[in-house]
């Protein structure tokens, strides 16, 4: 039996170019998941710098707008997926979603993650992709008590 749940947001996800200037930032792209209006649905983008979200999930697998267990904010991007049995035991929620323009060497991506009971052998995390190429993954694998961290090669 394996479930895995792919992405937990926290309100905000902010990308941000550095500039060498002890002064600034630049934000390359934003969004906050109270401009939702309480619903998140594939196709949707209420942020800036970002194509649509894609939103597709298997078995019991879906997403929701509201409290996902992050400290200080009760409206986030929240996934969920329950336990598998029988023929298909995989259930998942995966949320997709490209950056409008180039994430060039020292921009810094910032978001918050977080997360509530995992079953064992079920996971959640993210994946970082550059043009289709896999580069990074980080998740956490419930019944573990370490998260992991792939930064080249195949995915584990």
């Known amino acids: 039996m394996k479930k895995r749940i792919q992405l937990l947001l926290g309100a905000t996800l902010i990308v941000f170019m550095g500039l060498g200037q002890a002064f600034g ?5 934003t969004d906050n998941a109270s401009n939702y209006g309480g619903t998140w649905a594939n196709g949707d983008n209420e942020g800036t710098g970002f194509g649509t979200w894609s ?5 019991s697998g879906g997403n929701y707008i509201g409290d996902t267990g992050l400290p200080g904010t009760d409206t986030s991007f929240g996934i969920y997926a329950g336990g598998g049995t029988g023929s298909d035991p995989i259930n998942e929620l995966v949320a997709t979603r490209n950056f409008s323009s180039q994430i060039d ?16 052998g079920g996971e959640i995390g993210f994946t970082l ?22 930064d080249g090669g195949g995915r584990f």
């Open 105 to 120: 060497i020292n921009h810094t991506i910032s978001f918050d993650f977080g997360h509530t009971g995992i079953d064992t």
């Open 129 to 150: 992709y550059s043009g289709g190429s896999y580069r990074m993954n980080f998740k956490f694998v419930g019944g573990e008590t370490v998260y992991k961290l792939n």
């Open 25 to 29: 930032q630049v934000s390359l792209a």
């Open 55 to 59: 939103l597709s999930s298997s078995g």
